[in-house]
Antibody, heavy 116, light 113 residues
Framework: QVQLVQSGAEVKKPGASVKVSCKASGYTFTNYNIQWVRQATGQGPEWMGWMNPNSANTDYEQKFKGRLTMTRDTSISTAYMELSGLRSEDTAVYYC?????????WGQGTLVTVSS | DIVMTQSPDSLAVSLGEGATINCKSSQSVLNSSNNKNSLAWYQQKAGQPPRLLISWTSTREPGVPDRFSGSGSGTDFTLTISSLQAEDVAVYYCQQYLSTPRAFGPGTKVDIK
């Protein structure tokens, strides 16, 4: 069965970077885009961007450009999302999801807390 | 960028009654390559990731009860729950995936009356 398993919760200081991993199993990793979505407490989901694991091509939401990097390691079917220059408003649960359009499979989420 | 709006913000429905959620996109989400509207509906329960219910406006995902149905075209879309069950209490989001950024609507909270 398709599974996306994310790395554990992180606590970071303002200005630091965070790198969240998303390990895929149950399907051919390079056949589907990985999208990243974040959700602050009590807010709706916010789409961050997507990556094609086959080509490594990416497309980031404009507000994150310059701070967001999506990468992958195809040898271990794992996608990564790195966000730099963290600020308090980046505190949220970060999800990876599989899908070239609609997102049919989601990771369990990774809580990133930014606090001094 | 395409902006998504939803109405109402919340609604409370008696068990067994129907619920209707509306979603509007700021521009057409019609995919000209397959003539389908790139509109999805997600259900999110507390503490869980969103769950894809419907894609391409009206195509239910495997395992989604048939009391959930989607309709619409162009810029106006609807999610209907025909007979609300207790397990349907959740927040529902629409999302367009025609273009990036792939915006979500603000959500509609569904409760039991």
């Amino acid at each position: 069965q398709v599974q996306l398993v994310q790395s554990g919760a992180e606590v970071k200081k303002p200005g630091a970077s965070v790198k969240v991993s998303c390990k895929a199993s149950g399907y051919t990793f390079t056949n589907y885009n990985i999208q990243w979505v974040r959700q602050a407490t009590g807010q709706g989901p916010e789409w961050m961007g997507w990556m094609n694991p086959n080509s490594a091509n990416t497309d980031y939401e404009q507000k994150f450009k310059g701070r967001l990097t999506m990468t992958r390691d195809t040898s271990i079917s794992t996608a990564y999302m790195e966000l730099s220059g963290l600020r308090s408003e980046d505190t949220a649960v970060y999800y990876c999801a599989r899908g070239n359009g609609a997102m049919g499979y989601w990771g369990q989420g990774t809580l990133v807390t930014v606090s001094s | 960028d395409i902006v998504m709006t939803q109405s109402p913000d919340s609604l409370a429905v008696s068990l067994g009654e129907g619920a209707t959620i509306n979603c509007k996109s700021s521009q057409s989400v019609l995919n000209s390559s397959n003539n389908k509207n790139s509109l999805a509906w997600y259900q999110q329960k507390a503490g869980q990731p969103p769950r894809l219910l419907i894609s391409w406006t009206s195509t239910r995902e495997p395992g989604v009860p048939d009391r959930f149905s989607g309709s619409g075209s162009g810029t106006d879309f609807t999610l209907t729950i025909s007979s609300l069950q207790a397990e349907d209490v959740a927040v529902y989001y629409c999302q367009q995936y025609l273009s990036t950024p792939r915006a979500f609507g603000p959500g509609t909270k569904v409760d039991i009356k």
